[in-house]
């Protein structure tokens, strides 16, 4: 992040007309410079487009069965075939495919439910933790009973009574998950309100909405993505749960998780059944660790700041080099 | 003592404090316990503070200075007594006429560390105070103002785009009181606005200080307990202990004739910067530890390391005083 050096502070701010577009191409460089954050988005990326784009990249409708071929083995192997790569299922569907498809369950069932969870939670810590008092006790009787109550069973109950569907899903997953948001959000602002520059806030006449989304949330990012990074898998592995109960997805329609819990029996005969979406989820959890850990990153200005002077250091180092090879070169010559 | 009173006076206070009290619930005696705890954090405290003028309020750590300035501000409920400003009885004041207030009486914080949010930008620290007040609409249109804030306490003028690590503690000390005076207030409290700072800082941030209400007449609440800064800076000086004054003077007098003899031990353990001088100086040590602010004695707080104390300390608190003009003092002795 360059820090302007400019005249007067208008100026400054004058040349900031096109912000957003500078922000975006400012992060498009911090990102080239950091590798694990650059493999992160582009393995994000790529798996967000396979899901987008699942019916035309995937080679086999997922659903079609073949029982002449069940439990084909993965191309490497003497019966491999090209027709299904990485093998069949033990309904003779075509692995690969399955896979692909199945981003797009899981992909959308992560993301919605750490958005809708973790959005509920981290509004209700907030409130519990600064306005205190009776909001807290209640919010916080509330989270406990529900913490008390058996997850699964409420989402038996409700799956039940509903119906099981995509949506009903999210929202199960979403009203079993959103506690662990509450009790850290609200452990954390209990420590940040203190602070002087709540205080400060507080002094200066802000109200408390903009305190705690101006002053007390923005210092609670790296917790908070670290959490929701571990809810994700989480979430991915708790729908497949769902699914294998009968009542998350329902056939045809596929999910990662599905397929391991489908593949399980199979383990001994077919590692492939469960290794494959079984890879696709470490995937998409190793990518999205590694995306937050640069999120984090350059949300604090602090780090961003050191960030970008290790990387000037690291530019001047070279030039000096250049320059000291250059002088050598003709004394040699 | 009463608003109407002191209206009609022309050398009227800007904010006069009348007896203030305040307790703090402590919970109870021990598990089962029946009997309440209060710590007394101020009792029966009672000065003014005239426009343009500072007063230095000096005490040891917990003597309760920082409580009177945030129950000035309305920060911490008040127990007895009353709180005028101009004129005003803002003593129980609500949550919003706390708000209408910030307009006028403002804090300038110890810490210049954590009192700036590291997530936010310098343009955006001071110019949310003129956001939250309704005066601009955004940031931009506050970068006018910001820029004639950030000159004034001398900070360079893009220093607005950059974030608060990026300064030193004199800076963003700086950047407190452009915060603080965005608002146009015309009191401050300055908790301890530069213990925090390195002693090289310290005196460009009085001096700052000092240039800022000569030129805009503030009045400053300057609480510390370096006592040559205050020196510096105040025009009365009030001396703290254990919660009330024991001592409220003109700046010369508190230095060259105390009274209190809490204010002349205090006095004399300052060390003298010439060593023949301090070696010949008498130390006047009060041996022992300030009483629990829990159970506080009968009469005079200072009596358990009084080197005068008679009976009459034991039994009745002594009142301020006036000793000579311009000089209050809180001793039965003295």
């Known amino acids: 992040m360059t820090p302007p050096r400019t005249d007067t502070l208008e100026q400054a701010l004058a040349e900031n007309r096109f912000e957003w577009w500078d922000s975006v191409c400012e992060l498009g460089r911090e990102l080239k410079r950091d590798k694990p954050g650059l493999i992160g988005v582009i393995l994000i990326t790529c798996l967000v487009l396979m899901a987008v784009f699942a019916p035309y990249i995937a080679p086999h409708d997922p659903a079609a069965q073949d029982l002449t071929a069940r439990l084909a083995p993965p191309v490497w192997y003497d019966k491999g075939t090209w027709d299904h790569m990485l093998g069949t299922d033990h309904l003779g569907r075509d692995v690969l495919s399955r896979a692909i498809h199945g981003a797009r369950v899981s992909l959308w069932v992560g993301a919605a439910v750490v958005l809708c969870a973790g959005g509920f939670g981290v509004v209700m810590g907030l409130m519990a933790g600064y306005l205190g008092g009776r909001t807290d006790a209640f919010i916080m009787r509330w989270i406990d009973t529900q913490v008390a109550f058996p997850g699964l069973l409420l989402a038996l109950i409700i799956l039940a009574v509903i119906g099981p569907s995509l949506t009903t899903v999210v929202v199960v997953l979403a009203l079993n998950g959103w506690m662990v948001y509450g009790r850290m959000t609200r452990s954390a602002v209990l420590s940040i309100r203190q602070s002087p520059y709540v205080e400060a806030a507080e002094v200066v006449g802000c109200r408390w909405p903009r305190i705690l989304f101006r002053h007390i949330l923005p210092n609670l990012t790296s917790p908070l993505l670290t959490l929701g990074i571990l809810e994700f898998a989480r979430i991915v592995l708790a729908e497949a749960a769902l699914s294998f109960l009968g009542l998350g997805i329902q056939p045809p329609a596929t999910s990662w998780g599905l397929d391991v819990a489908m593949g399980k029996n199979y383990m001994f005969m077919a590692w492939w059944l469960v290794t494959i979406p079984g890879c696709a989820i470490a995937v998409t959890v190793l990518a999205i660790n590694l995306v937050a850990s640069w999120l984090r990153l350059i949300s604090d200005p602090q780090e961003r700041e050191k960030q970008f002077a290790r990387h000037m250091a690291k530019g001047m180092r070279k030039n000096m080099q250049a320059e000291n090879d250059k002088e050598r070169q003709p004394e040699t010559s | ?334």
């Open chain 2, 1 to 334: 003592m009463t608003g109407q009173t002191l209206e009609g006076r022309s050398d009227q206070p800007l904010v006069d404090v009348r007896n203030l009290s305040v307790l703090f619930d402590a919970g109870r005696a021990g598990f089962w316990g029946r009997k309440r705890l209060t710590v007394h954090a101020v009792e029966n405290v009672s000065f003014d503070i005239r426009p343009g003028e500072t007063l230095g309020l000096v005490g040891e750590s917990g003597s309760g200075k920082s409580t009177t300035g945030r129950a000035i501000l309305g920060r911490v409920p008040v127990s007895q007594g009353h709180i005028y400003f101009q004129g005003k009885e803002i003593t129980h004041a609500g949550k919003n006429r706390v708000r209408e207030l910030s307009r006028d009486m403002q804090l300038v914080f110890q810490d210049p560390y954590a009192s700036l949010n590291p997530r936010m930008k310098i343009i955006d620290i001071v110019a949310e105070p003129l956001r939250v007040h309704g005066m601009v609409k955004n940031t931009k249109a506050a970068a006018k103002e910001v820029a004639r804030l950030l000159e004034l306490v001398g900070l360079p003028p893009d220093a607005g785009a950059r974030y608060p690590h990026a300064f030193s503690g004199g800076q963003r000390q700086r950047v407190g009181i452009a915060r603080a005076l965005a608002l146009k207030p015309r009191f401050i409290v300055a908790d301890e606005p530069v213990s925090a700072l390195d002693v090289s800082i310290r005196a460009q941030v009085v001096n700052l200080m000092q240039d800022l209400q000569a030129q805009f007449g503030l009045s400053y609440l300057f609480i510390a307990h370096d006592l040559a800064v205050v020196r510096h800076i105040s025009h009365r000086i009030a001396i703290m202990y254990a919660g009330n004054i024991v001592e409220l003077a003109e700046r010369h007098l508190i230095y060259d004739s105390p009274v209190h003899p809490y204010t002349r031990a205090l006095l004399s353990a300052v060390p003298v910067p010439d060593p023949p001088v301090q070696r010949a100086r008498q130390r006047i040590t009060c041996p022992g530890e300030p009483p629990n602010p829990l159970n506080p004695p009968s009469g005079c707080r200072f009596q358990s390391r009084c080197p005068y104390v008679t009976g009459t300390c034991r039994e009745k608190a002594p009142e301020l005083a006036r000793r000579r003009p311009g000089q209050m003092a809180a001793c039965w002795n003295c």
